[in-house]
């Protein structure tokens, strides 16, 4: 019981220094990995690059000490951060004080759902996402991760439109117009990095090399190149005219947000006035043609603003410096005999208003800049019943997701190591590192792939390896943050890139349609509906579950009613799958599948078909081998058979009956029905008593029906 509760204590049974040397240099080098990446994933989460520290801090220790994997390495993941964002992008802005209460309070959610399961050990939920889902959603994510990042790649901003591929279109458009291309040489020049010291060797952390050296590079060469100038130092009377009406469109916006709120509150509290039973009244019908007007002026406001915003940020500037002061003029209307400053610069436009005592500007590239120091603030996120319904449903999804990438990254390492893995467990941990994560301001983990192979090449012993992850990351945030402010984006988006490249997989849809056409046909459209409705991702989960289960249903429903004969072994098998010839007078049927109410009436069916395909039948010899159980339908089905193929005049009898289905038909005095003398312990026997029945003392011939080929499986008794 103390090991269940705290499993980590298995980890000190023969636990030495050499070991401990191992798991030390074990856990610095993925911390080398995971410091990068997790600020990398941060901001696919829509998040500032810090919170991936704090996501990397707690969680990597709470899910080693309570999980059941030893090298399972747990923190910010590519695919969970994008459905995080993805999840999120409706309720708020990305990047604002509520998103990110937001993304915590998820990360709070999916950690108690995941810890639910693991306690009720129910982690086999898992299993209905389907291994053809998952394969056409992950390479969907991972074309949608790795797009996500091209604007950060050409040093462009864009508004996200209501799908992916409409976003990446205006990506294009902005990058045709203008591409910074320092910018660009830093991301090509990151990925060519981190490619050849991976195929140098594997060991080396890549990723902390090119972060290194592009951080370097960009502090000393002064790539980053922001200002704030006040409204008149921007000469150019058609931008002061948009920064105006910009300011004016945000503003309006906020106001009508505001009053959404308002009125949202006012709609609960005329709902809870409201007597039970009553399904309206004439306030609420109001409250409700106002917030649907006013939902309809915000839409308008929202696109007028993303108008201007589009124009603003389209704008190049020329730099003309004055004895320390900055004034921008377009590019091609610098006056004569100005100098200009050789950059490019550009307006910083996000969703607020813009100040006109300081215009945020860029003439360089975007970098990471200051991340605070010190670390987390420890406090439960604020989660009422409210928020816990909206969010539980996209908690669920990753909760799921999440842990079978998890399971499946563990098990594939103790396939190697040998050791013995308990899925519940590693829910309960997963779930724990959600949960103890929320508390320091970390939004939804999972198991990482790449981190857990580095973990495990690197000789990993025990989760001590995780907890030394930790603590690098408690001294990065404590002593080194300063050091990433020059860290160019433009990296971290080849850092995102050069990891959900593995998550490619084209040989899954093959695999899958060799397997099953209709598996192959799921993966693909999964994979399909994925990529059109990002992103909301988890319209392609929600399709592929849904046409898994019409397949599973269909297939229960009808499941192989096989006749049976022999071949040229003497074995019984599907005289339809193999060509066979069947026996005029007995007709072997063997049924494949729980006989439950779905599909009770089909074995009725099918022997009907058998019946009238064979004018000369005889008598019916049920093969009850592949029956694994049976409810009162199936049962009740059963009987009516029985029934139904006697009062025809023909033989009913069955053989290989399983313990299950035998004890439900003692239970019903179903077997008094049948006979127990016509109920036969296997196929052998059965077919053999058969012959003798249906051969011996009537007028068939002695050969058995012109050479019945029963007869080469059990011969006629002389």
Known sequence: MILKIFPFIAWFKDYDTGKFKIDFLAGLTVALVLIPQSMAYAQLAGLPAYYGLYAAFLPPMVAALFGSSRQLAT???????????????????????????????????????????????????????????????????????????????????????????????????????????????????????????????PRIPNVLVAVAIATLISYFTGYNNDARLDISAIHSPAAMEKITAFNSSATESNVLGEQRTALSLRLEEELQKLPKGHGKSIELIELHSQAELLALKISEAKHHSYLLRAELRSMQFAGVKDSDSLNLYPKDSVPEGMATDGNTWRLKVGNSPLKPEAIPVMGGGAVVGKIPEGLPQFTVPELDAKSFM????????????????????????AAKTGQKLDPNQELIGQGLANIFGSIGSSYAVSGSFSRSAVNLQSGAVSGISSVVTSVMVVITLLFFTPLLYHLPQAVLAAVIMMAVIGLVNIKGFVHSWKAQWYDGAISILSFMVTLYFAPHLDKGIMVGVALSMIVFLYKSMRPVVARLSMNEENVLTSAEHYRLKGCRHISVVRFDGALF?????????????????????????????????????????????????????????????????????????????????????????????????????TDLPEAGCDNCPLTKYIPIKE
């Open 75 to 201: 923190g910010p993941v590519a695919v969970v951060s994008l459905m995080s964002a993805a999840s999120l992008e409706p309720l708020a802005t990305a990047g604002s004080t509520q998103f990110i209460a937001y993304s915590i309070a998820l990360a709070l959610t999916v950690g108690i759902f995941q810890f639910s399961l693991g306690v009720l050990r129910l982690g086999l939920v898992v299993n209905f996402l389907s291994h053809p889902v998952v394969n056409g959603f992950t390479n969907a994510a991972a074309i949608i991760i790795a797009s996500s990042q091209f604007s950060k790649f050409f040093g462009v901003s864009v508004d996200s439109a209501g799908h992916h591929y409409e976003t990446m279109v205006r990506v294009a458009q902005a990058a045709m117009d203008y591409t910074h291309l320092p910018t660009l040489l830093y991301g090509v020049c990151a990925v060519v990095v981190m490619a050849v010291l991976k195929k140098i060797n």
């Open 597 to 697: 109410f779905a599909n009770a009436s089909y074995l009725d069916e099918q022997v009907a078909k058998f019946r009238t395909e064979q004018p000369d039948l005889r008598y019916i010899l049920l093969d009850a081998r592949g029956i694994n159980d049976m409810d009162a339908s199936g049962e009740e089905a059963l009987e009516m058979l029985c029934k139904r193929v006697r009062s025809a005049k023909l033989g009913f009898a069955m053989c290989g009956v399983k313990g299950q289905v035998l004890n439900v038909m003692e239970r019903t005095g179903l077997i008094e029905t049948i006979g127990k003398q016509h109920m036969y312990a296997d196929s052998k026997t059965a077919v053999a008593a058969l012959i003798d029945q249906i051969h011996n003392g």
């Open 390 to 413: 909206k969010l539980l449903p996209t908690a669920v999804i990753i909760s799921l997701l999440g842990f079978m990438e998890a399971i499946a990254i563990a098990k594939a390492m």
